[in-house]
C-alpha cells in the first residue's frame, strides 16, 4: 500500500545562469512502514525533492500524493494539519534549531506551536516520553545543544521530528556529519523507530553504504533525474 506517490514533479530555480533543473520530472512512491532510499552526487537535487515533498518548497509542476491526496493543492490551513504528518530530520540539527533554546524546549516546540497540550505537566511528561524514545538520558533535559556530543544532538532532531506522532519522515543526510560508529547507533535508532511507530521514510544520502544499509528500494538520482530505482537485490547482486 502506497502512502506517498509522487508524479512528474517538477522544481525549477531562476539563477544567474538561466533556468536551473533542480528536480526535472521525478516520479516514485513509497509504500507504507518502507524507506526507499534516494543517492546520488551532492547537487543532483536530493534535498531539493524532499524539501518539495515537504511543502518547504513550492513546485514547479507535478503531484505529491500522500494517501491519494494531492498536497501541493492543499491550502494553509490543510497544509498546517499536514505538516503534523510529514516531518524532516537535516544533517546538522542547528540549521534549523534555535541554539538558544535548551533540549526540552526544543522538542517541547512543535507541541506548543500546534498547542497540543493545554496543561504543562502533559506536555513535559510528553517531553520525557520522547528523549526515552531516542535514548536521551533525562539528566540531560535542561543542556543547550552546544554543550552536547552530534549523535545526541540529532537525537534531539529524532525527537522534535517524532513530537507529533508523524506517519513520514524525511531523512536528509541525518549521519553524514557523524563520526562513523555514531552513525550506526543513530541508523539503529532510526531502524527502530520505524519498526515502533510503522514510520514511512524517504532516506536522503550522497554515501551508498549508508543508504543500502537502511533501504528497501533505491532510487538514483543525477541531474534532477531519477535514473535508476531498484530493489536491494536486483541492484548489487552479480551479473
Ligand atoms: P543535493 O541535495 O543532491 O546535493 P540540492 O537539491 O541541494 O542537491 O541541489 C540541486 C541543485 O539545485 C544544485 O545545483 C543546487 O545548487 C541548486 N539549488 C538548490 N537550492 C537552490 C536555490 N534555492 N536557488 C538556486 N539553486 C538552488
Ligand atoms: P544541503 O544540500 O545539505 O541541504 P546546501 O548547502 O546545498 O545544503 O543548501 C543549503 C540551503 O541553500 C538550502 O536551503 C538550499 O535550497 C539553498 N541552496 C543550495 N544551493 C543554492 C544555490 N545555488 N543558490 C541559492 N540557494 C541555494
Same mark, same amino acid.
Given at each position: 500500500?502506497?502512502?506517498?506517490?509522487?508524479? /512528474?514533479?517538477?522544481?525549477?530555480?531562476?539563477?544567474?545562469?538561466?533556468?536551473?533543473?533542480?528536480?526535472?520530472? !521525478?516520479?516514485?512512491?513509497?509504500?507504507?512502514?518502507?524507506?526507499?532510499? $534516494?543517492?546520488?552526487?551532492?547537487?543532483?537535487?536530493?534535498?531539493?525533492?524532499?524539501?518539495? *515533498?515537504? #511543502?518547504? *518548497?513550492?513546485?514547479?509542476?507535478?503531484?505529491?500524493?500522500?494517501?491519494?491526496?494531492?498536497? $501541493?493543492?492543499?491550502?494553509?490551513?490543510?497544509?498546517?494539519?499536514?505538516?503534523?504528518?510529514?516531518?524532516?530530520?537535516?544533517?546538522?540539527?542547528?540549521?534549523?534549531? /534555535?541554539? =538558544?533554546?535548551?533540549?526540552?524546549?526544543?522538542?517541547?516546540?512543535?507541541?506548543?506551536? /500546534?498547542? !497540543?497540550?493545554?496543561?504543562?505537566?502533559?506536555?513535559?511528561?510528553?517531553?520525557?516520553?520522547?528523549?526515552?524514545?531516542?535514548?536521551?538520558?533525562?539528566?540531560?533535559?535542561?543542556?543547550?545543544?552546544?554543550? $552536547?556530543?552530534?549523535?545526541? #544532538?540529532? =537525537?534531539?532532531?529524532?525527537? #522534535?521530528?517524532?513530537?507529533?506522532?508523524?506517519?513520514?519522515?524525511?531523512?536528509?543526510?541525518?549521519?553524514?556529519?557523524?563520526?562513523?560508529?555514531?552513525?550506526?547507533?543513530?541508523?539503529?535508532?532510526?531502524?527502530?523507530?520505524?519498526?515502533?511507530?510503522? *514510520?514511512?521514510?524517504?532516506?536522503?544520502?550522497?554515501?551508498?553504504?549508508?543508504?543500502?544499509?537502511?533501504?528497501?528500494?533505491?532510487?538514483?538520482?543525477? $541531474?534532477?533525474?531519477?535514473?535508476?530505482?531498484?530493489?536491494? /537485490?536486483?541492484?548489487?547482486?552479480?551479473?
Amino acid at each position: 500500500e502506497k502512502l506517498i506517490e509522487v508524479k /512528474n514533479l517538477k522544481k525549477y530555480f531562476n539563477t544567474k545562469k538561466g533556468l536551473l533543473h533542480a528536480v526535472d520530472d !521525478v516520479n516514485f512512491y513509497i509504500n507504507k512502514g518502507e524507506t526507499l532510499g $534516494l543517492v546520488g552526487e551532492s547537487g543532483c537535487g536530493k534535498s531539493t525533492t524532499g524539501r518539495v *515533498l515537504l #511543502r518547504l *518548497l513550492e513546485a514547479t509542476a507535478g503531484e505529491v500524493l500522500f494517501e491519494g491526496n494531492d498536497i $501541493l493543492k492543499l491550502n494553509s490551513a490543510g497544509m498546517r494539519d499536514m505538516r503534523k504528518q510529514m516531518q524532516i530530520v537535516f544533517q546538522d540539527p542547528f540549521a534549523s534549531l /534555535n541554539p =538558544r533554546l535548551s533540549l526540552s524546549e526544543i522538542i517541547a516546540e512543535p507541541l506548543i506551536v /500546534n498547542k !497540543v497540550y493545554n496543561n504543562k505537566a502533559d506536555m513535559n511528561k510528553k517531553v520525557k516520553e520522547l528523549m526515552d524514545t531516542v535514548g536521551l538520558a533525562q539528566r540531560l533535559i535542561n543542556t543547550y545543544p552546544h554543550e $552536547l556530543d552530534g549523535g545526541r #544532538r540529532q =537525537r534531539i532532531g529524532i525527537a #522534535r521530528a517524532l513530537a507529533l506522532n508523524p506517519k513520514f519522515i524525511v531523512q536528509d543526510e541525518p549521519v553524514s556529519a557523524l563520526d562513523v560508529s555514531i552513525q550506526a547507533q543513530i541508523l539503529n535508532l532510526m531502524a527502530d523507530l520505524q519498526d515502533e511507530f510503522g *514510520l514511512t521514510y524517504l532516506f536522503i544520502s550522497h554515501d551508498l553504504s549508508v543508504v543500502k544499509h537502511v533501504s528497501s528500494r533505491i532510487a538514483v538520482m543525477y $541531474l534532477g533525474k531519477i535514473v535508476e530505482m531498484s530493489d536491494y /537485490n536486483s541492484m548489487f547482486k552479480d551479473p
